[in-house]
């Protein structure tokens, strides 16, 4: 049986009925209130499978199997079609209603189902084969019109640097980037984010390939040129599937001209993908973030270098916030910037927390003054809250406050997660890491993520095989080679964490905290020489007090437990970010029945354990 007659039935449609939902199989149509709402065929065809088998575990090959049969795809390609009908019934990946996922293994449809035979007379409603007729023959049979239908997925590859500057790189991914967060604040469209596209970049566009990689009815292609102070701009709009022009057009200028540009590039799309917008979402497609020229293009240079992740990056992109902030002191954007380049300096640039931190809070803070509709800027602070401040409650307030702002970004579930795993609660880490996973596939920050919810729930193969993939991805990311080192240690399996060891090293060798770090990983790995060693070069260079959190690690794992209580109170006392994840670390396991550790909780303000665990309790809602 292929995979039509599947989904089917022997040709057999049907009617599928569940709280306000219909869907009918035959004209491809999922209505509400009667109104149909638009899903793409791979989407629909995956809804089907699983209203045929309600409440039954679907595994990830089943559902590939079924819908794309014989075609190669990633799960990627099937994550998307999930969070696009999330998207459509209203789910919450966090408490769903309709599909929840099963980590690792499936989907389940968790709703009751009503099927019946569908008639042939008397079923559609009068509009209904009208707008659903170009969706449905797209998978089977000839290409509707182009722009005849409602359009509700993009991927808007990396604009092309046309004067092959590599000064004028930061402008062209500046302009990707910033389209690409316009167009994700619009409800009804699901845009491919800038992390997973970013992958393309200096490579040459094919439309067709990341359509089918990414799910989406439609790419935007670009050029950028600047000479002098001529802006050229130059888009195109293709149909993925059948390779073909749906729009195209040039915008001229000078450099003073970018948003206006911009504005007309993001309404003319708008117009072309059919999207009926609302006018909150008109106007703030229309928002300008800054009057400033000057100060656009300075923070383009600033994400442009963090987006490195780099020591140097780091540097340069705090340098060009900065300016940008001289420029124009109310640049909402830019404080953001500034907060979450700090917050990167404090984890992977070796900057004390107590010296970084409190700057990465005062950005964070300035940013929503200005402007309070800032999402990233409540998920930057909610982060400062929880690994700085120590505060959880403030931490989920600014939470909430980022994902009801922007549902579509997939920071504020990353931060959530964070929150969460912070605690010990494993299963709702992995549902938060998992929706942002469903609106950001290939971000290896998130990836990376589920392997660290497995390493710290002590699941240390899918550890493994997660942190794996994550390096496959891209092996350049230097905290899946380390945490990978660890997982093999805490198995025994000393060679392959060695070589990762190396690996990390290599990787982070401008990394200050990568001499601290190999201690705690050699200790784990039973080399008690070498973790000796690094303690004692630590002491001589007088870095004890800036890796104290690492130096109780490599203390616990020797069996010296007052000296690392001590390191830990000197880690407390610098208010070190590592602290925040205490109650989980494997590597202080050892210290769990002191009474000296809940103490240490109680200082930090965290809530104290209940009987019999060693995580802090979840404070109230």
């Known amino acids: 049986m292929n995979a039509d007659e599947e989904l089917t039935m022997g040709n057999r449609p049907f009617v599928f009925r569940f709280t306000d939902f219909e869907v009918r199989e035959r004209e491809f149509g999922l209505i509400k209130d009667g109104e149909v709402l638009p899903v ?49 019934l209203g789910d919450d990946p966090r408490d769903p209603r309709f599909i929840a996922t099963v980590p690792t293994v499936g989907y389940r449809f968790l709703c009751p189902v009503d099927m019946s035979e569908e008639s042939l007379i008397g079923q559609s409603p009068p509009d209904l084969l009208q707008t659903v007729k170009g969706t449905a023959e797209e998978e089977v049979k000839e290409s ?32 990707t980037a910033s389209i690409i967060n316009n167009l994700s604040q619009l409800r009804r469209l699901r845009v491919v984010p800038r992390t997973t596209v970013s992958r393309y970049q200096g490579k040459l566009s094919d439309p067709a390939r990341a359509g089918r990689e990414f799910s989406v009815r439609v790419a935007l292609t670009g050029r950028v040129s600047q000479r002098g102070d001529a802006l050229s701009i130059n888009v195109e709009l293709i ?26 590039i993001a309404s003319q799309l708008t117009n072309k993908l059919k999207l ?40 340069k992109g705090v340098d060009y916030a900065r300016q940008a902030i001289d420029v124009d002191p109310v640049y909402a954007d830019a404080w953001t910037a500034l907060a979450y380049l700090f917050v990167l300096m404090g984890f992977f640039g070796g900057v004390p927390s107590a010296e970084i931190f409190p700057r990465a809070k005062a950005a964070a803070v300035k940013a929503l003054d200005i402007d309070d509709s800032e999402a ?19 931490a989920r307030k600014e939470l909430l406050r980022a994902i009801e702002l922007g549902p579509n970004l997939a920071n504020g ?15 709702e880490a992995m549902r938060e890491a998992r929706a ?20 710290f729930s002590r699941q240390y193969d899918q550890a493994i095989e997660q942190l794996a993939a994550t390096n496959e991805l891209d092996p350049t990311f230097a ?99 590592r602290l925040a994840y205490i109650a989980i670390a494997p590597e202080l396991e050892s210290l769990h029945d002191d009474p000296r550790f809940p103490e240490i909780l109680l200082r930090m303000g965290f809530p104290l354990a209940e009987p019999g665990s060693t995580t802090p309790a979840l404070p109230p809602c």
């Not at 239908?149 to 402008?171: G, K, R, T």
Request: glycine share 6%; aromatic share 10%; hydrophobic share 45%.
């Open 413 to 427: 579930h990353w931060v959530y997660s964070h929150w969460y795993l912070s605690q010990g609660l494993y299963k």
């Open 436 to 455: 942002a996973l469903d609106l950001d596939p290939l971000s290896v920050q998130f990836i990376y993520q589920v392997g660290a919810i497995h390493f």
């Open 479 to 577: 905290p899946s080679h380390q945490l990978l080192a660890a997982a093999y240690a805490q198995k025994g399996m000393r060679r392959e964490a060695m070589a990762e060891i190396e690996e990390g090293a290599a990787l982070a060798k401008n990394d200050p905290r990568s001499t601290a770090l190999w201690g705690v990983l050699s200790a784990m790995t039973g080399d008690m020489v070498r973790a000796r060693k690094v303690l004692d070069g630590l002491r001589q260079a007088k870095s004890l007090p800036h890796f104290a959190y690492q130096c109780a690690g490599i203390h616990a794992l020797l069996g010296e437990k007052d000296e690392a209580f001590a390191c830990l109170d000197v880690a407390r006392r610098g208010r070190s970010v």
């Open 276 to 315: 009926g917008l609302n006018d909150e979402e008109k106007k703030q497609l229309a928002k300008r973030p800054t009057a400033s020229r000057e100060a656009y293009h300075l923070l383009l240079k600033s994400l442009y270098w963090a987006n490195k992740w780099t020591p140097d990056g780091m540097r």
């Open 144 to 175: 509707p019109a182009p722009g005849s239908e409602f359009l509700d997925s993009i991927v808007v590859l990396p604009f092309e640097n046309a004067c092959h500057d590599p000064e004028m790189e930061y402008l062209s991914d500046g302009i």
């Open 239 to 264: 149909d993925t599937a059948h390779e073909s022009q749906l729009w195209g057009a040039y915008f001229n200028g000078n450099s003073d001209d970018i948003f206006a540009i911009q504005a007309e």
């Open 376 to 394: 990233n800027a409540h998920a930057t602070l909610a982060y400062i809250h929880l690994v700085y401040d120590w505060d959880l409650q403030g």
């Open 40 to 88: 793409e065929p791979k989407a629909f065809r995956v809804l089907l499978f699983l209203l045929r088998n309600p409440q039954k575990l679907i595994t990830k090959d089943e559902l590939l199997n079924a819908v794309w049969g014989d075609t190669v795809v990633s799960e990627n390609s099937l994550a998307r079609s999930i969070a696009l009908l999330r998207r459509l």
